[in-house]
């Protein structure tokens, strides 16, 4: 095993190579990038996988708005940590460890001194495409190694690969953390929109928290991976039937789809008091009919990522109920293909990109 280097001060940058986005409509293609230099409270991990999150389609085609270019996405990243700073007490070289959607925050806001630097007042700093302390933008996770902060870095529990982990990061969250705030669990039934990585995720994680739990995906076509998932019962959106035959049953309606759909049909699926959290991130308005939610005290709720203690007890739950994501693992030239893929909902359930073959 090689020596834990530990720096007392900054040294060189280090280069990395990675695939990114030149421009809001051109290809990925491989890139050669920067890292920082590992500082005291640094860890610089060896990344060995990647998922592949919509958002990352999303952010890099511009749709959310504009962004410097290159672009490099990716933040579902796991890896081994490679080296430490001085001042670093959590990891050592040869952890296991994850980095998901953000890799700092202000720390002083009201959330994050609650622990919830998801929701920092200043904006986190995000794994990709945000201005990082030293002034740089920071770039994601399709590359052979990063440099973070020790406190947004997540240990990886033995017993689950670091490939299935990968997509924990941000899928996994994603849906732990409002099955979670809005109760999921023995007695309460859940339904799922949209059977993609998050949607396959937020299926196992409410399955194995006891709820019941039901797919409303477009069609048919994955009613039989949907039931191996977890799922106790499977409905096509695009049947009349299902929304007249679902009518006022969900306590929690998680609506993950990446595209915009009709709020108000979703709404009527609700019981009194029922929720729909949408975690999907389309770029257009999401219309809400008023007397679908007042008639029966109905909620439309948001949510994003989930803190990094709760990301650690997700890995965690994970870990203990043996659950990982369905992936796909694909080599670094095959990105492209994969997010057209993606585009087509045509995933099951996750790419994921062995970082080896850049
Ligand atoms: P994904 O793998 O592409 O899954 C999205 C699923 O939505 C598809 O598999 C498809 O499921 C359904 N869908 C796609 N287009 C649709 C359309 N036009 N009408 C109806 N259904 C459609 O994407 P993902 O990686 O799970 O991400 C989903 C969304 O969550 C994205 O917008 C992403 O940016 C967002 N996101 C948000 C957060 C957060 O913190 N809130 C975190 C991560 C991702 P079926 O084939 O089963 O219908
Ligand atoms: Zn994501
Ligand atoms: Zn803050």
Request: aromatic residues 6%; contains cysteine.
């Amino acid at each position: 095993m090689t020596e834990i280097a530990t720096p007392t001060a900054p040294g060189p940058t280090t280069s990395a190579r990675a695939v990114g986005a030149p421009a809001a409509d051109a290809a990925l293609e491989q890139l050669e990038i920067e890292r920082r230099p590992v500082g005291p409270k640094d860890v610089r991990i060896d990344i060995k996988f990647c998922g592949i999150c919509h958002s990352d389609i999303h952010f890099a085609r511009g749709e959310w708005g504009e962004i410097p270019y290159p672009a490099v996405p990716g933040h579902e990243i796991a890896g081994v940590v490679a080296e430490v700073g001085a001042e670093v007490t959590g990891f050592k070289s040869g952890d296991r460890v994850g980095v998901g959607c953000m890799v700092n925050s202000c720390r002083e806001c009201e959330n994050c001194e609650a622990g919830e630097e998801q929701y920092c007042l200043k904006g986190n700093t995000q794994t990709y495409g945000s201005k990082d302390r030293d002034g740089t933008v920071t770039l994601g996770g399709y590359s052979d190694h990063v440099v973070v902060d020790e406190d947004f870095v997540l240990r990886i529990p033995d017993g689950l690969t670091l490939e299935a982990a990968a997509p924990l990061l941000c899928a996994g969250i994603t849906t732990y953390s409002p099955l979670r705030h809005w109760n999921a669990g023995p007695g309460k039934r859940v339904a799922v929109v949209g059977l993609g990585g998050l949607g396959h995720m937020a299926v196992k994680l409410a399955h194995a928290m006891g709820a019941e739990v039901t797919v409303l995906s477009q069609s048919l076509r994955k009613q039989e991976d949907g039931l191996k998932l977890g799922a106790d019962a499977y409905y096509a959106t695009s049947e009349k039937a299902t929304f007249k035959e679902l009518r006022g049953r969900f306590d929690l309606i998680v609506n993950t789809v990446s595209a915009g759909i009709d709020i108000g049909r979703f709404l009527s699926l609700l019981k009194t008091d029922g929720t729909i959290v949408n975690v999907g991130a389309p770029p257009e308005p999401l219309p809400v009919p008023a007397f679908a939610l007042i008639m029966q005290r109905r909620s439309f709720a948001g949510s994003a990522i989930g803190s990094i203690r709760e990301t650690q007890e997700m890995l965690d739950f994970c870990a203990e109920h043996g659950i990982g994501a369905e992936i796909e693992v694909i080599s670094a030239d095959k990105v492209n293909e994969a997010w057209e893929r993606v585009l087509a909902s045509d995933v099951r359930y996750r790419f994921v990109i062995d970082t080896s073959t850049l």
